[in-house]
């Protein structure tokens, strides 16, 4: 069974920064792509950054320039680095990651973490 467990979100002022972890645990063979997704209360969820094996990236525009992914191989962990935030980013952000759980099946499936509340509010 693999699980994702987010971390990190909270209550911070306009113009504050916030780092999101997202640790993956359980049988896995291989991690392909990574995501960091936002829902804003009355919204659709979006994506908001992804990141592959091989370090490519990918970002919203809204977020671009402010927001950095990244990942940590060795620990199965993807983080969010969240600066200059505005009261429009106040969302439950949720990870996501593509897995193989073990070598001799080749199938991928999609994991979720339950998600962090990010409010950001003066």
């Known amino acids: 069974q693999v699980q994702l467990v987010e971390s990190g979100g909270g209550l911070v002022q306009p113009g504050g920064s916030l780092r999101l972890s997202c640790a993956t645990s359980?049988?896995?063979?291989?991690?392909?792509?990574m995501g960091w997704y936002r829902q804003a209360p009355g919204k659709q969820r979006e994506l908001v950054a992804s990141?592959?094996?091989?370090?490519?990236?990918n970002y919203v525009d809204s977020v671009k320039g402010r927001f950095t992914i990244s990942r940590d191989n060795a620990k199965n962990t993807v983080y969010l680095q969240m600066n200059s935030l505005k009261p429009e980013d106040t969302a439950v952000y949720y990870c996501?990651?593509?897995?193989?759980?073990?070598?001799?099946?080749?199938?991928?499936?999609?994991?979720w973490g339950q998600g962090t509340q990010v409010i950001v509010s003066s």
């Open positions: 996501n990651a593509d897995i193989r759980a073990d070598y001799f099946r080749s199938t991928r499936t999609i994991y």
């Open positions: 359980g049988s896995i063979f291989s991690i392909y792509g």
């Open positions: 990141i592959f094996s091989d370090g490519s990236t």
